[in-house]
């Protein structure tokens, strides 16, 4: 576990010989924010560094503070924002075919945008849960439409990473996931607060799966998921209505004295950014590896449906099977098709 000064040291070191390309999804606020500010900060504003939200003002401001080259220095730094409202798959493509155009490879695709609700479980225009849409369909169409760039920078030989900041570590052979109501539209939906913990936990387990899915599939570039824990961010809350509204009050008082700074959680996510070449890995808030498996060819999953198993290796904190990962990988290609 490194300390936050540790992990700033090791943070510190990286100096890549290249330009470097990162895009930050949900990079204007919480977590995005740190990790975007930090990264800019390490590389002393020396890369073509694009923020998608959905704020420009914010972007503005955050871009405003990195790191500019001196008086009379000529660069091809490029530091820019691409607006999206990730709960629509089609807002997601159209992003992504914007990014396309500015940039011909990625060596980091960070995925941080997040949204977490106990009273608001709306399907999207889409169809899709609006929880799952905000918290892991977005992510799939980002790395899917994204790869062939992360793809042309592992080709170059520069650095290949893809990181997807939510719920890692948090998966049991105690709870695999109900294959039988995957997206969270096929058993009932009555019970806010039941249907919105459904689509939380199920977001954990999907993005498990999702990660491994690409990682089988493209052994030479790292693919983490990352639990960031506690952090002091303006979306680190609870929302209930009604009679338990007074325990919102409460809960929210009580949740900023358990957590962590954006920017020093910042500094865990960076590190485990930046080590680790290839293959799954599996991480907790401190950026330390909870278990990972390295391929050395593309792997076709079976059927086996034991929980915590990837291609027959044990892995500690991952919430899929392969026969989910199987599962998974195609409802989620089928609902996030484009119409």
């Given amino acids: 576990m490194p300390i936050p000064a540790d992990a700033k040291a090791s943070n510190a070191l990286f100096h890549p010989f290249y330009v470097p390309v990162a895009v930050f999804i949900g990079g204007t606020s919480g977590v995005g924010q740190g990790m975007v500010e930090a990264f800019a900060r390490y590389v002393k504003g020396r890369a073509h560094i694009i923020i998608v939200g959905r704020n420009e003002y914010a972007a503005s401001e955050i871009i405003g503070h990195f790191p500019k080259p001196a008086a009379g220095e000529t660069s091809d730094w490029t530091h820019e ?27 980091f695709l960070v995925l941080t945008a997040g949204y977490s609700s106990l009273v608001s ?19 799939f169409v980002f790395i899917q439409e994204l790869l ?52 939380m936990m199920q977001a954990w387990g999907y993005t498990d799966a ?26 680190l809350r609870i929302d209930l209505d009604g009679l338990l509204t007074p325990l919102s009050w409460l809960i929210n008082l009580i949740l900023p004295w358990l957590s962590v700074s954006q920017d020093q959680a910042a500094e865990h996510m960076l590190y485990a950014l930046f080590t680790g070449e290839r293959g799954l890995f599996i991480r907790d808030r401190y950026g330390d590896v909870i278990s990972s498996l390295e391929f050395e060819a593309p792997v076709d999953l079976r059927d086996s449906n034991e929980t915590s198993v990837l291609n027959g290796v044990p892995m500690t904190g991952y919430g899929a099977s392969d026969l989910g990962v199987r599962r998974i990988m195609e409802q989620t290609e089928a609902v996030t098709r484009a119409q």
């Fill in 210 to 235: 999702m990660m491994a899915h690409f990682a089988t599939r493209n052994p030479a570039i790292a693919f983490t998921h990352i639990h960031p824990g506690a952090v002091h961010t303006p979306g």
């Fill in 121 to 139: 479980t709306a399907l999207t225009s889409e169809g899709l849960d609006l929880l799952l849409a905000m918290r892991y369909y977005y992510r």
């Fill in 81 to 107: 924002f691409v607006p999206c409202d990730v709960s629509l798959m089609a807002n997601v493509r159209a992003a992504c075919a914007l990014i396309r155009t500015k940039v011909e490879r990625v060596n």
């Fill in 148 to 199: 062939p760039l992360v793809q042309a920078a592992q080709a170059l030989g520069q650095d290949a990473k893809v990181m997807s900041v939510l719920g890692a570590g948090l998966g049991s052979p105690k709870r695999p996931i109900d294959l039988d109501n995957l997206g969270n539209t096929v058993k009932e939906r009555s019970g806010r607060i039941r249907v919105a913990i459904r689509s």
